[in-house]
C-alpha cells in the first residue's frame, strides 16, 4: 500500500514577503493568513473614536509606520497586493461595530484614478469584502499634500453622483485613507446627507490630524 504524501501550502506574508510560519490556531482561525505575526506587532493601533462635526469619526491607526508605508507603495507604487492589508487585523471589531452599514469610499479624482489606474479606497473594501457603493465624485485638482493649510479648506468639488439615489433609511459609513483637516471629508458628509440616510458614521484609516499642518507654509 503507497503512503500518501501531504504538502502544506507554504504561504508568504503580503508586507515583507516572507514565508508565515504560524501556530495552528492562526490557521485555523484565518485559512489563509495575509501577514506575519512580525508585521502585525508593527501596525501601529489607534482604535479611537472621536465626534466631529455631530458626527462620530473611527481612527483605525495613526500616520506612521508600516501603515504609512503600505499607503505610499499602494497608491505611489500600485502594490494592489496590499489592499486586503489595510483593514485585515481590524475587520472583526469593523464588522461588529457596523452590521447593516454601506460603506462609502470618499472620491479621488478622475484624473487621478486613471493615472494610478484603479480606484484605491473602493479596492480596500472590495479586498476586504465589505459592502461600499461608490455616491460621490470629485474635481480634478491638485492634491492634499502638496497644498498649503489655507489652501487645504477650500471646496474640493465633491459632489454626488446620481441624486436620485435611494440610501433614505439606510446606514453609511464614510470611508478614507488619511484624515488630515477634515475638509475633505466635511464636504463628503454634506452631499450625502442629501440622500437622507438615517445614520453617518467615518472610518478613517490613519489619523494626519496636526495643527501644524494648517500653518500657511
Not at 9 to 34: A, D, G, H, Q
Not at 99 to 115: A, C, D, H, N
Not at 162 to 186: A, C, E, H, M, P
Request: positive net charge; hydrophobic residues 40%.
Amino acid at each position: 500500500m503507497k503512503s500518501i504524501v501531504t504538502t502544506k501550502e507554504v504561504i508568504y506574508c503580503k508586507s515583507c514577503f516572507k514565508e508565515i510560519s504560524l501556530k495552528p490556531l492562526r490557521y485555523l482561525i484565518e485559512k489563509k493568513p495575509l501577514l506575519c505575526d512580525d508585521c502585525i506587532s508593527n501596525i501601529s493601533t489607534k482604535l479611537e473614536e472621536r465626534n466631529i462635526n455631530g458626527t462620530k469619526i473611527l481612527f483605525i491607526s495613526s500616520y506612521s509606520g508600516l501603515m504609512k508605508q503600505w499607503l505610499i507603495n499602494f497608491k505611489e507604487l500600485g502594490d494592489v497586493e496590499l489592499a486586503p492589508c489595510f483593514l485585515y487585523l481590524f475587520l472583526p471589531i469593523i464588522k461588529l461595530k457596523y452590521p447593516g452599514y454601506v460603506f462609502v469610499p470618499l472620491p479621488s479624482s478622475e484624473k487621478r484614478i486613471q493615472k494610478r489606474g484603479f480606484d484605491h479606497l473602493s479596492l480596500i473594501l472590495q479586498a476586504s469584502h465589505l459592502p461600499f457603493s461608490n455616491l460621490l465624485l470629485k474635481e480634478d485638482n491638485e492634491e492634499q499634500k502638496n497644498l498649503n493649510g489655507p489652501e487645504r479648506f477650500k471646496k474640493k468639488g465633491i459632489a454626488l453622483i446620481n441624486r436620485q439615489t435611494d440610501f433614505s433609511g439606510k446606514k453609511i459609513i464614510l470611508f478614507d485613507d488619511v484624515y488630515t483637516t477634515g475638509s475633505t471629508f466635511r464636504e463628503s458628509l454634506a452631499e450625502v446627507q442629501k440622500l437622507h440616510p438615517l445614520k453617518v458614521k467615518g472610518l478613517i484609516l490613519m489619523d494626519n490630524f496636526h495643527l501644524d499642518s494648517l500653518k500657511m507654509k
